[in-house]
Nanobody
Framework: QVQLVESGGGLVQPGGSLRLSCAAS????????MSWYCQAPGKERELVAV???????NYADSVKGRFTISRDNAKKTVYLQMNSLKPEDTAVYYCNLKRYQNDYWGQGTQVTVSS
């Protein structure tokens, strides 16, 4: 069965950096587009970044130039490098797989940006 396990969140000061990881299993990782979403308190979950199976990337306007999504197919892991973090980046970050019209989510990892 599909499993997505996020890690790497934490408390960081404004301007700091974090790298999130999402370890995947239960499907052919290299064949699928993977995404990161975030959900802040009281808000809807929203797309942060996408990486295709071929390595093409897209980002939400709010994170362009600050966040970088990448993947390691050998390790079946997708990453989100987050730089120049702002308080408004505070949210739970989720890894996402869309497969056969189904959405799969990890448990999420909390990112808090505060001084």
């Amino acid at each position: 069965q599909v499993q997505l396990v996020e890690s790497g969140g934490g408390l960081v000061q404004p301007g700091g950096s974090l790298r999130l990881s999402c370890a995947a299993s239960g499907f052919t990782f290299s064949s699928y587009t993977m995404s990161w979403y975030c959900q802040a308190p009281g808000k809807e979950r929203e797309l942060v970044a996408v990486i295709s199976f071929g390595g093409s990337t897209n980002y939400a306007d709010s994170v362009k130039g600050r966040f970088t999504i990448s993947r390691d197919n050998a390790k079946k892991t997708v990453y989100l490098q987050m730089n120049s973090l702002k308080p408004e980046d505070t949210a739970v970050y989720y890894c996402n797989l869309k497969r056969y019209q189904n959405d799969y989510w990890g448990q999420g990892t909390q990112v808090t940006v505060s001084s």
